[in-house]
């Protein structure tokens, strides 16, 4: 095979002139991409472990993100629970969005049922459900 690819032309047509690392092979990802990639899964694991967002001020959380800043990022913006609420309000805001496209564009029936009530203690609850046909 290395000997075909030496004499291929076609080959030799497509083949790049100089690829010092993987990050040109696979292109270059800035450091703002992956530092709102980080951002993102930190929401994702707040969100799914039900987790409070002022444990994102946790000293050992922010050690955590220093340690993995420091295995792929020169500078970034430090996670806290104002910067992972502000991406939960980013990312809420874009779903509505999506939601309304989607609806519009629905030709087919919306129903949409709700159930308020409160718990003994006081606590109010809403239920929705949601059915598209």
């Not at 994102?56 to 922010?62: E, I, T």
Request: proline share 2%.
């Amino acid at each position: 095979m290395a000997r075909h690819l030496e004499d291929c032309s076609a080959y030799k047509k497509q083949k790049p002139t100089s690829q010092s690392s993987i990050t040109d092979f696979s292109g270059c990802v800035t450091s703002k991409r992956v530092e709102e990639d980080l951002v993102i899964k930190t929401l994702k694991f707040f969100i799914s472990g039900n987790i409070a967002f002022n444990q994102a001020d946790n000293p050992y959380f922010q050690e955590l993100i220093r340690a993995a800043a420091a295995q792929g990022i020169a500078k970034i913006q430090p996670i806290n629970r104002k910067n992972v609420r502000d991406k939960l309000h980013d990312v809420a805001s874009d779903a509505k969005e999506d939601l309304m496209v989607s609806l519009m564009e629905n030709k087919s029936k919306v129903s949409l049922a709700l159930d308020c009530w409160s718990s003994g203690n006081n606590y109010a609850f809403l239920g929705t459900s949601l059915f598209i046909s």
